[in-house]
């Protein structure tokens, strides 16, 4: 159990600190996991050490093992990458060197922390034994009911527990229970995945028969017969419990006397000394409220494999009788496979399961329809492959071809379409050429409107702004249509505004004056001035033709006006 964090409640951890504690098992599955084993073996087979470089690579070769002894570059990026996942600490050890070489070699020195020596050594655990079938040790249910026997007698005495006494029968306890419920897990993790098979022969199952009515069926009587036993004692001592835990903590506080001096250090108790250890180990012997005792598991676990034996049986039973199980002709085969060479495995494969090269058609696809590369064959579209190629693989059409369709009447309708298009769009520019310079006072009809604004954002993306001491100006802001004689000029007239309007409601443009005007006629914005005339300003707009050049003097046009 652990202790309290700061203010944060008793177990809760923030993801930050998760995340940090598991990427210590990053190296595991890292490209380089054999090098990172082997050096963090070495850590774990020294206490409060802290390693350079070359202590390593000396510890490293005195070891052996299949995997080479990394060159010191090498190992040195090893063991920073051990420091970031949270494997390794840097040490802080003074280093006190004779020379600057030997100063290099040692300055960088690294210690095992405690998240990364628990990795490992539950990493080493798994290796060694994985796989193997491992004992229940049910002898120590016996001690574990003993015990809390003794443990229900100290308490209900008079004058209390000895704390000392108290203490070394809850501690060694606590180690005897956790040893049996290891071995039970481990025990049936490995039942459930032998019986998972079912392709056990005759001899495996015999085994595995006299394992499960022998063997599993002794386990689950002596844990029925105890649990009873076992959860009377756990009421017994449970009234006592908060006494007996505070008069041992005074007797012996421990590390955990941490917790108080230092609020922010993280304490993990030994097992017992916590009232939440007792509820775990009522709740594994004593059925309670919505949970199922862990004693009723293990029945329910032993009925699931006696119904796998008997799944099992009855396979059995079928290939007695003619349904002969596949298994030895398909690892024949596979091992057929594995010494072919490429051509014989086509043809192993093509004698054994029917299975041909793949005919290619040669269909032509849609044109209007192209399928990229990365879309799969299950969710692509489907080929129209025709009737005579499907069925008898002939290519030769058959039969009076059919006539060629008409087109006439469609490819008149959709030039008329085009026809009425091209006027709709003529009469609109003719609208934008007579509403120039005073696209405020005119209502545009909705074909004119979309015009404009078709050359609006063509001219504004053709415009090359300028900055220079009043703002920035506008250059080469023009759009035009050919077919339609029409070209639109726009500018930047800071503190002005253009108010375009139409049936379709009122677009107002700050800053910016529109002219429409025809091809034909000089670009707004860029007249050739008579001799002796001023040049206008840059950006400045220039009058319509045919409308008079104000003078040097006069008021310019109010907002919303627009030159042509």
Excluded at 194 to 214: I, N, P, T
Excluded at 280 to 300: I, P
Excluded at 369 to 387: F, H, I, K, N, Q
Excluded at 435 to 453: E, K, N
């Amino acid at each position: 159990m652990e202790g309290k964090e700061g203010n944060a409640p008793q177990g809760r951890e923030t993801d930050a600190d998760d995340w940090q504690r598991l990427s210590a098992y990053a190296y595991l599955s890292a490209p380089e996991r054999l090098e990172y084993i082997a050096v963090m073996r070495v850590f774990c087979g020294t206490l409060l050490a802290d390693l350079s470089v070359p202590d390593l690579i000396g510890k490293l070769a005195e070891r052996g093992g299949p995997q080479a002894v990394p060159d010191a570059e090498t190992l040195t990026r090893r063991l920073e990458e051990l420091v970031r996942w949270g494997n390794l600490l840097r040490s802080t050890h003074t280093v006190r060197a004779t020379s600057i070489s030997e100063y290099q070699r040692s300055r960088s020195r690294y210690q095992l922390s405690k998240l990364g020596e628990r990795v490992q050594r539950d990493a080493d655990e798994v290796l060694s034994g994985a796989d193997a079938a491992r004992e229940v040790s049910s002898e120590l249910l016996a001690l574990v009911d003993r015990g809390l026997r003794e443990i229900a007698a100290m308490a209900a005495a008079p004058g209390g527990a000895d704390p000392q006494q108290a203490l070394e029968r809850i501690s060694t306890l606590f180690v005897q229970f956790t040893g049996f419920a290891d071995s039970v897990r481990d025990f049936y993790a490995y039942l459930g995945q032998v019986l998972a098979r079912y392709d056990l022969d005759s001899a495996e199952y015999q085994g595995f028969k006299e394992l499960l009515l022998d063997y599993v069926q002794a386990i689950t009587e002596d844990v029925s017969f105890r649990a009873p036993r076992i959860a009377a004692h756990l009421d017994a001592v449970r009234p006592h419990l908060p006494a007996l835990l505070a008069r041992i903590d005074e007797h012996t506080a421990g590390i955990g006397a941490l917790a108080g001096a230092l609020p922010e250090t993280r304490v993990q108790r030994s097992r017992g000394r916590d009232l939440a250890d007792w509820e775990g180990l009522r709740e594994w012997f004593a059925t309670g409220g919505a949970h199922s005792s862990q004693v009723d598991q293990l029945r329910d676990a032993t009925l699931r494999a006696l119904h796998s034996l008997l799944a099992n049986a009855k396979r059995m039973l079928r290939s007695a009788s003619g349904e002969m199980s596949r298994r030895k002709d398909l690892l024949r085969l596979a091992a057929w496979f594995d010494a072919a060479e490429p051509e014989e495995a086509h043809d192993l494969a093509v004698a054994a399961f029917g299975l041909y090269g793949a005919r290619h058609l040669g269909v032509a696809p849609d044109p209007d329809g192209s399928v990229p590369a990365y879309v799969s064959w299950w969710t692509g579209p489907v080929v129209d492959v025709p009737v005579a190629l499907r069925e008898r693989g002939s290519r030769t059409p058959r039969g009076r071809a059919a006539a060629a369709e008409d087109h006439s009447e469609q490819k008149h309708r959709l030039m008329e379409q085009a026809r009425r298009q091209a006027a709709a769009r003529r009469s609109a520019a003719d609208e934008l050429r007579s509403a120039s310079g005073r696209f405020d006072q005119v209502r545009l009809g909705a074909p004119a409107m979309r015009l404009l604004l078709e050359l609006l954002t063509t001219a504004l993306g053709n415009a090359r702004p300028h900055q220079d001491a009043d703002g920035f100006l506008l250059h080469g802001a023009q759009a035009a249509d050919a077919d339609l004689g029409i070209r639109l000029t726009a500018w930047r007239t800071p503190g002005r505004s253009t108010v375009l309007r139409s049936v379709d409601g009122d677009l107002t443009a700050d800053d910016l004056t529109v002219a429409v005007e025809s091809t034909s006629a000089p670009a707004v914005g860029e007249p050739t001035p008579a001799v002796g005339e001023p040049t206008p300003a840059v950006g400045e707009p220039t009058p319509a033709v045919g409308e008079p050049t104000p003078k040097v003097g006069e008021p310019t046009p109010e907002a919303g006006e627009a030159s042509a």
